[in-house]
């Protein structure tokens, strides 16, 4: 058994041929399969991906909104405060009392016989 090489001789026979075509045929039935199996993993691949990018992106849109919405909070509750604040202040101006008051501190305007100093505010500096 040393260098000498074996050959076998295909035996030419219709059951040697049929079997050719058998394996023939298998073959391709697998490659078929393989295609098949690839094809569909690849379609698979690209659905689950483009759903993936899908949902980052509807989640990065309701984060924005979710900010908007709380900003939206936050001066709605600060207008709402103001608006308080300004039928308050509407009540107070229909008070003759109130309003005479205003004049006097922000205008200068006195009663009869009074007489108005003004001081300043600041402290003078030494």
Request: hydrophobic share 35%; glycine share 2%; aromatic share 8%.
């Amino acid at each position: 058994m040393s260098s000498q090489k074996k050959t076998v001789t295909k035996i030419d026979s219709n059951y040697m041929e049929q079997y050719d075509v058998y394996i023939e045929r298998q073959k391709r039935k697998k490659q078929r399969l393989i295609r098949r199996l690839v094809l569909f993993s690849l379609v698979t691949l690209v659905i689950i991906g483009s759903m993936a990018g899908y949902h980052v992106k509807q989640r990065v849109l309701h984060a924005e909104k979710q900010e908007q919405y709380e900003q939206l909070e936050k001066e709605l509750a600060e207008l709402k405060q103001e608006e308080e604040n300004l039928k308050e202040e509407i009540n107070l101006l229909n008070n003759e009392d109130y309003v005479l008051d205003i004049a006097r501190t922000n205008y200068f305007l006195s009663k009869e016989g009074e007489l108005i100093f003004t001081i300043p505010d600041e402290e003078p500096s030494y």
